[in-house]
């Protein structure tokens, strides 16, 4: 597994994440078959968005 495409999470999740072998892309959403299809594209992106606590009111 080289890529985690993910909805959101929170900064430590993502800099612990990177700092291994895996790339975290996220804001990804919908059909999982039509998001891998766009990463297998290279139509997507890291949104940047990140949870900064733990209240889990963030929005991806």
Do not use: F, P, Y
């Not at 804001?27 to 290279?42: E, I, N, R």
Request: charged fraction near 20%; include cysteine; hydrophobic fraction near 35%.
């Amino acid at each position: 597994m080289k890529v985690m495409l993910a909805g959101n999470m929170g900064e430590g999740a993502v800099w612990g994440i990177n700092n291994s072998a895996l790339k975290v892309l996220r804001g990804c959403s919908g059909d999982v078959k039509t998001v891998a299809l766009k990463w297998l594209a290279g139509s997507l992106t890291d949104s940047g968005d990140s949870c900064h606590d733990h209240e889990h009111g963030c929005q991806s």
